[in-house]
């Protein structure tokens, strides 16, 4: 329709001057304006996701530089602290603010949970407060009879890289504690750690989760 309009006009034009017009049209697509902004959106959601990853990569890695204080020493200073079970220790925002802590969940031996907070620079611990955590009975089983302790399996870990995080799973067959490192070079790598021998392994899992999340993006 357009393109008869078109049309039309420089005919009449061409006319009323005299003269002679020449026209060039093409074949009209109503489509091609809404397939080129969706495809111009779709572009922008890759490099939003891009940027994003980005993002995080760099966010992750201040938490890094920002910190002294190495994993199994902010897990040495909870339970200094807070005498118990050390079961998971991260190094993560705190409240959701740009202040960087280390995370210490310990178990005491009265089946009261408490996270502790301990400052990244000195290892002082910054605070402590009881949780409420439904899976305490399903911890201690996967734990009993295991002789590596958080702040071994993060020593253990160390060898892969500077630690981020390290936490009991209690889910599954293959029970053993998983820590996250993360070279100097900014790339993350996700460990299992065996709950008797101390063995670090990669955690394949994880890397077929990631492969799988990929192919899905690419579909």
């Given at each position: 329709m357009k393109r008869n309009i078109v049309i039309a006009a420089v005919t009449a034009a061409a006319l009323i001057g005299g003269g002679?017009?020449?026209?060039l049209a093409t074949t009209g697509d109503d489509q091609g304006p809404a397939r080129q902004a969706a495809n111009t959106k779709l572009s922008?959601?890759?490099n939003r996701d891009d940027q994003d990853d980005r993002d995080d990569r760099d966010d992750d890695a201040a938490k890094v530089s920002s910190s002294d204080v190495t994993a199994p020493e902010a897990i040495a200073s909870a339970l200094k602290h807070t005498s118990g079970t050390v079961v998971s220790a991260?190094?993560?925002d705190e409240d959701?603010?740009?202040?960087v802590v280390w995370k210490v969940d310990v178990l005491s031996g009265d089946n009261t949970w408490h996270s502790v907070s301990v400052d990244p620079s000195s290892g002082k611990v910054l605070g402590s407060q009881t949780d409420d955590e439904d899976d305490t009975a399903q911890?201690?089983?996967a734990l009993k009879g295991s002789s590596v302790t958080a702040e071994e399996a993060a020593k253990a870990a160390a060898g892969k890289g500077v630690v981020t995080s390290v936490g009991l799973d209690e889910d599954g067959k293959d029970k053993s504690w998983e820590a996250e490192t993360r070279t100097s070079g900014g790339a993350e790598q996700d460990w299992k750690i065996d709950l008797?021998?101390?063995k670090v392994t990669a955690d394949r899992s994880d890397?077929?989760?990631d492969d799988a999340d990929d192919a899905d993006d690419q579909d």
């Open positions: 002679t017009a020449t026209a922008d959601d890759g991260e190094l993560d959701d603010s740009d202040k911890v201690r089983a008797t021998s101390g890397a077929q989760d």
